[in-house]
C-alpha cells in the first residue's frame, strides 16, 4: 500500500521549501538600504561627528528651565493643545460616524458608499502637518488652523475604521431586524449600532489620544498650542526650555493613555 | 397518489380576491428565482396556503425552501412571480410599503438572529420597529403597552422576567430560540415564516420549540409557514406539508398521506428509508 504513493518514499515533498520569492524580496531589501545610505551621505564618521553635536546640544538643555515666566508660557500653550485635541477629536468622531456609516459597502449602495471611500482616501492621503499648513495659509495663524486640520485627520482615521466595523458586523442579526418592517433609521438603532458601539468607543478614545500627540505637532506649522511655544523656544536657542516643554508633553501624553483607558472602560 | 400537482388546483381568478377571505392566507404563483441568470433555485413554483395551522415544507438542503421562505417577505427578490398576501402583490412593494408588510409577517431563523450585544427584552421589542419612529428605537423609549407586551410575551415563550435584561448572547440555543418567536409574534402578524427552526437545536429542545410554535399559532390563529427538513418533526405538527425537489413542489398533502414513495422522490435515493 505504501509503496504506491508517492510521498512516503524518496519523493517525499519538503516539509519547508525553499521560498525564493521571499529570500529575493530581503536581499533586494538589503541591497537597496545599502545604496540609498551610499547616495545619502549616510556615513560612520559623519554619524560620529553629529553625536558630536548632540552631546553639546543636550548639554545647553540642562538644567531645564522652570522659571515663572516660562512656566506661564508652557501653561498657556499646553491648554491650547489639549482644547485642540479634545475640539478636533469631538468633532472629527460626529463627522465621522455618517461618513463612515455611508462608506460601508453592506448597508450602501455602491455609488455613495464609493464616493464615501474616496472623501475618505483623500482625507488620509496627507499627513496632518501638511494639512495644517493648508489650513493656516487658508484660515491664517491659530489654534483654528490646528483644530481643522485634526478633524480631518480624525474623520480619516475613524470613519475608516469605523466602516470597516460595519463591513464586518453580522449581516443576520441585521437582516433580522429588517424583517421585522423596521425602517433604515430603526436597523441602525436595534441592529447596527449596538454590534459596532463598543468598537467605535475604542477607536474614538484611540483618536482622543493620538489627537493630544498630533496637537501638540500641528503647532510647529502656526496651527497653535504648545508646538507653536516649542518652535519659538527652539528659534530662539532656548534649548533648557525646550527641555521642559519636551518634558511636559511627555507627561501630558503618559496622562492621556491613563485617561483613554479610563473612558473606554466607562463606555464600555 | 397524493402528489397533488398544486398548480392546477389553483383559483385562477385574480390572487387578491382569492386570498381575501382569511387573513394570514397566501397565495404564490409562478415565482421564480435565479440567482445567477438562467440557473433558477425555484422553477415557477405555485402555492397557496390558507390562513391556518402549520405548513411544513420539507426537502433536501439547497432545493430552494428558504429561498421559497425568504422571498415572501422579500429578504429575497423574486426574479418573477406574484405573492399575494392580504390583498397585495409582495412581489411588486418597494420602500415603505414593503416595510408594512413585513411587519405582518413574524419570522423565526436557524440561527435565531437575535441582536447579540442587545438584552432580551430589546430584542423582543425589535418586533414593535415597523410601528414606531426610529427616535424611539435610539433612545429605547417603547410605549408602556408595547413594554408590558413584551414581557407577557416573555412569560408565554416560557422565559421568566429575570431573563428580560440578560444579554442575548448569554442564552442558551433553546432559550435564544424562544425569543426570536416572541421577537416575531411580538410584531403582531398574520403570518409566520419560520426558516429551519430547530435545525441547530438538539432532539428534545426541537421538540419543545415546535411544541411552543404549534401552541402559539393555534392560540392567536396565526398560520405557520415552516421549513423543516426533519420529516418526523414535519409529520407531528404540520398539517400540511409540502415537498419540494430541485426547485419544485414534488408532494402536497396532509402528513398521513406522506409515504416513503413521496420521500423518494423528495429526497431521492432509498437506501436511507429503514
Not at chain 1, 13 to 36: H, N, S
Not at chain 1, 192 to 214: C, E, K
Not at chain 1, 218 to 242: E, H, K, P, S, W
Amino acid at each position: 500500500m505504501s509503496g504506491t504513493l508517492a510521498t512516503a518514499g524518496s519523493f517525499r515533498t519538503k516539509a519547508f521549501p525553499a521560498r525564493w520569492p521571499v529570500r529575493l524580496a530581503w536581499i533586494g531589501l538589503a541591497v537597496y538600504a545599502l545604496y540609498a545610505a551610499s547616495i545619502l551621505d549616510v556615513t560612520w564618521p559623519r554619524f560620529v561627528q553629529g553625536l558630536d553635536n548632540g552631546a553639546r546640544f543636550l548639554d545647553r538643555m540642562f538644567p531645564p528651565n522652570i522659571k515663572p515666566d516660562k512656566l506661564a508660557l508652557l501653561w498657556t500653550g499646553m491648554v491650547e493643545s489639549i482644547q485642540i485635541a479634545v475640539l478636533s477629536t469631538f468633532f472629527g468622531i460626529l463627522g465621522s460616524l455618517p461618513l463612515g456609516l455611508v462608506a460601508a459597502r453592506n448597508l450602501t449602495p455602491p455609488w455613495l458608499s464609493w464616493t464615501a471611500r474616496g472623501v475618505i482616501a483623500v482625507f488620509r492621503s496627507f499627513h496632518h502637518v501638511i494639512v495644517a499648513i493648508l489650513f493656516v495659509k487658508a484660515v491664517g495663524f491659530g489654534a483654528l488652523a490646528g483644530i481643522l486640520a485634526l478633524i480631518i485627520g480624525t474623520m480619516g482615521f475613524v470613519s475608516k475604521l469605523f466602516a470597516e466595523a460595519i463591513e464586518e458586523m453580522s449581516m443576520k442579526q441585521v437582516e433580522a431586524v429588517r424583517a421585522t418592517g423596521a425602517s433604515f433609521m430603526s436597523v441602525l438603532a436595534m441592529g447596527v449600532f449596538p454590534q459596532v458601539m463598543a468598537r467605535f468607543v475604542g477607536f474614538s478614545t484611540y483618536q482622543l489620544d493620538s489627537n493630544l500627540r498630533n496637537s501638540t505637532m500641528v503647532g510647529l506649522v502656526g496651527g497653535g498650542g504648545i508646538g507653536a511655544t516649542l518652535f519659538t523656544a527652539y528659534q530662539r536657542f532656548d534649548y533648557d526650555f525646550v527641555l521642559t516643554i519636551l518634558m511636559a508633553i511627555i507627561a501630558v501624553i503618559m496622562l492621556a493613555e491613563v485617561a483613554a483607558g479610563r473612558l473606554r472602560r466607562i463606555f464600555q | 397518489m397524493n402528489s397533488v400537482p398544486t398548480r392546477a388546483s389553483l383559483p385562477q381568478g385574480a390572487g387578491g380576491a382569492a386570498t381575501q377571505a382569511l387573513s394570514g392566507a397566501l397565495l404564490i404563483r409562478n415565482l421564480r428565482k435565479e440567482y445567477r441568470a438562467g440557473q433558477p433555485v425555484l422553477k415557477d413554483v405555485s402555492l397557496a396556503v390558507e390562513g391556518r395551522g402549520i405548513t411544513a415544507i420539507i426537502g433536501p438542503s439547497g432545493t430552494g425552501k428558504s429561498t421559497l421562505i425568504r422571498c415572501v417577505n422579500r429578504l429575497v427578490d423574486p426574479t418573477s412571480g406574484e405573492i399575494w398576501f392580504a390583498g397585495q402583490d409582495l412581489a411588486a412593494l418597494r420602500g415603505k410599503d414593503l416595510r408594512t408588510a413585513r411587519r405582518r409577517i413574524g419570522m423565526v431563523f436557524q440561527e435565531y438572529n437575535l441582536v447579540e450585544r442587545l438584552s432580551v427584552i430589546e430584542n423582543v421589542l425589535c418586533g414593535r420597529l415597523g410601528y414606531l419612529p426610529a427616535w424611539r428605537a435610539f433612545l429605547r423609549r417603547f410605549p408602556e403597552e408595547d413594554v408590558a407586551r413584551a414581557f407577557d410575551l416573555l412569560d408565554g415563550v416560557g422565559l421568566g422576567a429575570e431573563f428580560a435584561t440578560r444579554r442575548a448572547d448569554r442564552l442558551s440555543g433553546g432559550q435564544r430560540q424562544r425569543v426570536g418567536i416572541a421577537r416575531a409574534v411580538m410584531q403582531g402578524p398574520e403570518l409566520m415564516l419560520a426558516d429551519e427552526p430547530t435545525s441547530s437545536l438538539d432532539p428534545k429542545t426541537s421538540v419543545e420549540i415546535m411544541e411552543l410554535m404549534a401552541r402559539l399559532s393555534a392560540e392567536r390563529g396565526i398560520p405557520v409557514i415552516v421549513n423543516i427538513h426533519n420529516v418526523d418533526l414535519a409529520r407531528r405538527f404540520a398539517n400540511r406539508i409540502i415537498g419540494m425537489s430541485r426547485g419544485e413542489i414534488v408532494f402536497d398533502g396532509p402528513p398521513e398521506a406522506l409515504e416513503d414513495h413521496h420521500l423518494q422522490v423528495v429526497y431521492g435515493g432509498e437506501g436511507w428509508l429503514t
